[in-house]
Structures are given as structure tokens and as C-alpha cells.
């Protein structure tokens, strides 16, 4: 069965770096989504990208985050200057026309 | 803001007894309904799905939705350990997903 694949499964990096998360969604895919959990909360909406662009933020997703489809295949997160309230795991989901999101297992990003 | 409520839990039911979720959603507007299935520290995945009203069955798992009452509720039949899990009820109003905070349930053998 297809599925959403994430890269890396764990990062580390120094509070004020950036940051770039990587997702494969489904191939077949055309809405893209990144959420993200803080340990112990709720999975919280940041952006959706549709048809090369953002469709929808939430107020978590401000300048210092962008999103980009590099490629036929990428969909990536990038934080641009990491603090420590960053630490999350960060999911990405796509889905078809009027479809479910599917979820990646996501990346557990520590920001130290 | 919109909002989904789930009961915390942990919600204790012993095997092969029904373990019943309930969810509760704010945005009338909402027209698609979700059940999710997170194990501790892993991705959610896809349970059930239920755009209108009445019941939807799929196995063990039954989903019930009346949009008049803004409720949405997930039945597990003849539960398992390793249903043993965290539920998350998620509302679609316009694209993204809200979630709400998951209830742990806990499946005794």
C-alpha cells in the first residue's frame, strides 16, 4: 500500500539553525499538508499546498517557516531559525480530491 | 475558534467488551469526520471515515455521526489489547484537519 514517507525520523540541531524536513507524499497525491504535535498535546494544523501553493496557514506558521515542492516527488518544511518551542514531531499528510489525509510517521525534531 | 472535545480518558474496558469514543465539534459547517488511531509516539492512522449522518461500519469499528447534535462517536466491538491506544476524533471543515486532544484507551486482557 502507498504511503507517505518522512525524512529524517529524528533531527537535531542548535536553537537559531535552520531547519529543512523532507516528505514524499503519495504519488498520486495532490493536497499536502504539514501538522504538528507537541509531546503530550493535540496535532496542530500549520500549512496546506495545493497546486504549487500555500492554500491555507495557521497562525503557528510565520515567517520563519516556509514550504516548498522542489521536485515532481518533494514537499518540504523548512524553519528557518529554530527556538526551542520548535521541538515537535512534525507530521506531513497528502491526500486525493475529496479524500482522507494520510499521515507520514513523522520527523521528532529537538531543538537544543 | 473551532474546536473538537474528546474525553481525556483513560477510558479501561476489558477484552472483547465495546469501547465507546465520543466527540464532540464546534463548526457547523464541518462536513467530514475522522477517527484516528495513534499509538504512543507514532503517526495517526486512518480508522474510519463518516461524511453523513447515521452509521458506518467497517470490522470491529462503527462510526456514528449526527451532525444536529455536532457529535461524532466511534464504537469498538469486541476490543482487543492491541486496540490499546490513543483515538483521535479530526473535523474537516475546509481542507485541513482539527484534531481534538485524543482519548487513551486501555484494552485489559
Known amino acids: 500500500e502507498p504511503e507517505v514517507t518522512q525524512t529524517p525520523s529524528h533531527q537535531v540541531t542548535q536553537m537559531g539553525q535552520e531547519v529543512i524536513l523532507r516528505c514524499v507524499p503519495i504519488?498520486?497525491?495532490?493536497?499536502f499538508y504539514w501538522y504538528r504535535q507537541i509531546l503530550g498535546q493535540k496535532v496542530e494544523f500549520l500549512v496546506s499546498?495545493?497546486?504549487?501553493?500555500?492554500?491555507?496557514k495557521s497562525e503557528i506558521f510565520d515567517d520563519q517557516f516556509s514550504v516548498e515542492r522542489p521536485d515532481g516527488s518533494n514537499f518540504t518544511l523548512k524553519i528557518r531559525s529554530t527556538k526551542l518551542e520548535d521541538s515537535a514531531m512534525y507530521f506531513c499528510?497528502?491526500?486525493?480530491?475529496?479524500?482522507?489525509?494520510?499521515f507520514g510517521d513523522g520527523t521528532r525534531l529537538s531543538i537544543l | 475558534q473551532k474546536e473538537v472535545e474528546q474525553n481525556s480518558g483513560p477510558l479501561s474496558v476489558p477484552e472483547g467488551a465495546i469501547a465507546s469514543l465520543n466527540c464532540t465539534y464546534s463548526?457547523?459547517?464541518?462536513?467530514?469526520f475522522f477517527w484516528y488511531r495513534q499509538y504512543s509516539g507514532k503517526s495517526p492512522e486512518l480508522i474510519m471515515s463518516?461524511?453523513?449522518?447515521g452509521d458506518k461500519e467497517d470490522g470491529r469499528f462503527t462510526a456514528q455521526l449526527n451532525k444536529a447534535s455536532q457529535y461524532v462517536s466511534l464504537l469498538i466491538r469486541d476490543s482487543q489489547p492491541s486496540d490499546s491506544a490513543t483515538y483521535l476524533c479530526?473535523?474537516?471543515?475546509?481542507?485541513?484537519?482539527?484534531f481534538g486532544r485524543g482519548t487513551e484507551l486501555s484494552v485489559k486482557p
Open positions: 499546498f495545493y497546486n504549487n501553493e500555500i492554500s491555507e
Open positions: 463548526d457547523r459547517g464541518s462536513q467530514s
Open positions: 479530526a473535523v474537516n471543515p475546509a481542507g485541513k484537519l482539527i
Open positions: 504519488s498520486n497525491h495532490l493536497y
Open positions: 499528510a497528502s491526500s486525493g480530491q475529496g479524500q482522507p489525509q494520510h
Open positions: 463518516i461524511y453523513s449522518n
